[in-house]
């Protein structure tokens, strides 16, 4: 049996890592990710203790007016303005139109200023969208005062925000 | 004049380390802020109220659904077609598959009908109205919430 005495090279201490390819993998990544993050989702924040409905619902971006129905009070766009206990609302509150006083006054303000603005620039017009953010509890008739509250205030384009269930 | 460094080496090594190190960063910051839970939009027109009355083509039947206290569902025609259907639940819950079921016997019958209107009781929580809603568009697209 022939032998051969060439001496096998022995490995070098110094080890090569090949990071080009990480990198590749790191650049999909973050365009990937990037891509995900960046289009089609909705700046929402519930409060805290807010569980909003589950539904198979669209994802859009909407720029609109943000009204939130939390356990002890109601939101407009982030601002308290009006105080309730467990979803209910005060019955003196209750208009005959079955709108609440402290509400509509809230929502007449936020349309005064669109209106300012509409008025000073002709490109923009009132928008009539608004988004409400509640809890899964909320009964229907704290529902049903507030979509009265904004409909007599111009706001008829209702937007319900929701968890998506797919 | 001369043509270049002669002696200098043509290789070169880009330094990809710290560009590994500023990617992990990145992809571990989005995917901290990512939210796993996305938010989507549900469509509700109310079926009053307003500014301005918009001229609308009737449609040829109207649709309302009920939603009772009881858990009772029920289906109100009115147009050229006027009777109200019972949906038949088989457990104490909303049957909301009964639901569809009979709201798509309507829409073979009316297929030109694409609006429906949703009123609930006093007391019946905002997840069950939503899970209607999605119910009914399904069957029919333009769902608006009633009795405002």
């Known amino acids: 049996m022939r032998k051969t005495f060439v001496k096998s090279k022995a490995p070098s201490d110094q080890m090569n890592l090949q990071i080009t390819s990480m990198a590749d993998i790191f650049m999909i990544l973050l365009v990937f990710m990037l891509k995900s993050y960046g289009s089609g989702v909705l700046d929402i924040t519930s409060a805290k203790g807010v569980n909003m409905p589950r539904a198979g619902a669209d994802v859009s971006t909407v720029d609109a007016l943000k009204l939130e129905i939390a356990t002890d009070g109601i939101l407009v766009e982030g601002k308290p303005v009006l105080t309730m206990k467990n979803f209910a609302f005060d019955p003196k509150e209750i208009t005959s139109v079955r709108s609440s006083k402290t509400l509509s006054h809230a929502l007449s303000e936020e349309r005064k200023k669109q209106m300012l603005i509409a008025k000073s620039n002709s490109d923009v017009k009132l928008d009539p969208r608004i988004i409400i953010v509640a809890d899964q509890k909320v009964p229907f008739v704290t529902i049903r005062t507030v979509l009265a509250s904004a409909a007599v205030n111009g706001y008829t384009d209702f937007k319900l925000a929701v968890v998506q269930a797919n | ?148």
């Open chain 2, 1 to 148: 004049m001369s043509r270049g460094h002669a002696g200098q080496s043509q290789e070169f090594e880009v330094y990809l380390a710290p560009l590994i190190d500023c990617f992990t960063v990145l992809i571990a910051f989005v995917m901290i802020s990512t939210a796993f839970a996305s938010v989507g939009i549900l469509d509700a027109g109310v079926a009053a109220g307003g500014e301005k009355l918009q001229p609308t083509t009737p449609p040829p039947v109207r649709v309302g659904v009920e939603m009772q206290s009881n858990h009772q569902l029920m289906i109100h025609l009115s147009g050229k077609e006027t009777r109200t259907i019972t949906v038949k639940s088989g457990s104490t819950d909303w049957d909301l598959a009964e639901l569809q079921k009979d709201l798509k016997v309507v829409k073979q019958k009316w297929p030109s009908t694409d609006g429906a209107v949703l009123r609930a009781d006093d007391n019946v929580s905002y997840n069950d109205v939503v899970r209607s809603m999605d119910t009914v568009r399904a069957v029919f697209p333009a769902v608006m919430l009633g009795g405002i």
